[in-house]
Nanobody, 115 residues
Framework: QVQLVESGGGLVQPGGSLRLSCAAS????????MGWYRQAPGKPRDLVAS???????NYADSVKGRFAISRDSAKRTVDLQMNGLKPEDTAVYYC?????????WGGGTQVTVSS
């Protein structure tokens, strides 16, 4: 069993920065992949960024060069540094992990980019 708790969301002006953090707990101690999805109202949940156990990263085209994902496997945490935020980045951001072919999800944290 895995529990994921996100933190760091909030309201920020365009061009600003936020850092999202996700901490995993439970009986799983090793994850093949950790990352973030987001879902805006009326839209599907889309991958934002992911990082595997070897440190290989993957980003959505819309966030490349602005967002950076990192993980601490020993602490079971994954962070998302978001810079140059745009109104279209407004969404609920969900942390996820993959282990043994199964995905686990956090409850989400709201990010709102508005002036």
């Amino acid at each position: 069993q895995v529990q994921l708790v996100e933190s760091g969301g909030g309201l920020v002006q365009p061009g600003g920065s936020l850092r999202l953090s996700c901490a995993a707990s439970g009986s799983i101690f090793s994850f093949a992949v950790m990352g973030w999805y987001r879902q805006a109202p009326g839209k599907p949940r889309d991958l934002v960024a992911s990082i595997d156990s070897g440190g290989w990263t993957n980003y959505a085209d819309s966030v490349k060069g602005r967002f950076a994902i990192s993980r601490d496997s020993a602490k079971r945490t994954v962070d998302l540094q978001m810079n140059g935020l745009k109104p279209e980045d407004t969404a609920v951001y969900y942390c996820f992990t993959t282990h043994s072919g199964l995905n686990s999800w956090g409850g989400g944290t709201q990010v709102t980019v508005s002036s």
